[in-house]
């Protein structure tokens, strides 16, 4: 089992940034993460994803070049840095993890989620 907990969101004027973190417990080695977001209406979308040695990142083509996710396996801990942040952006965030050596990009391949932040950019 491993448990998440996900936080820094925020309300952020357009152009700003927010580091979100999602700190995790319990049987954590071995896993990948990823992040997830959720916007009104809509399905969850992929963002990112890391590896557990952290060699392997994949972002979705909307965030590249602005989002950077990294992990602190002493911390058990991963972020995911925004910056230039749009109000398209605007959503519910989730860390995610799984296990296994690949970074998946479809929620369903995530067996432990995050109980979600909330990150509101504002035009």
């Known amino acids: 089992q491993v448990h998440l907990v996900d936080s820094g969101g925020g309300l952020v004027q357009a152009g700003g940034s927010l580091r979100l973190d999602c700190a995790a417990s319990?049987?954590?080695?071995?896993?990948?993460m990823g992040w997830f977001r959720q916007a009104s209406g809509k399905e969850r979308e992929f963002v990112s994803g890391?590896?557990?040695?952290?060699?392997?990142?994949y972002y979705a083509d909307s965030v590249k070049g602005r989002f950077t996710i990294s992990r602190d396996n002493a911390k058990n801990t991963v972020y995911l840095q925004m910056n230039s942040l749009k109000p398209e952006d605007t959503a519910v965030y989730y860390c995610?993890?799984?296990?296994?050596?690949?970074?998946?990009?479809?929620?369903?391949?995530?067996?432990?989620w995050g109980q979600g932040t909330q990150v509101t950019v504002s035009s």
């Open positions: 995610a993890a799984r296990s296994g050596a690949i970074v998946a990009t479809i929620a369903a391949s995530y067996g432990y």
């Open positions: 890391i590896s557990w040695s952290g060699g392997a990142t």
């Open positions: 319990g049987r954590t080695f071995s896993t990948t």
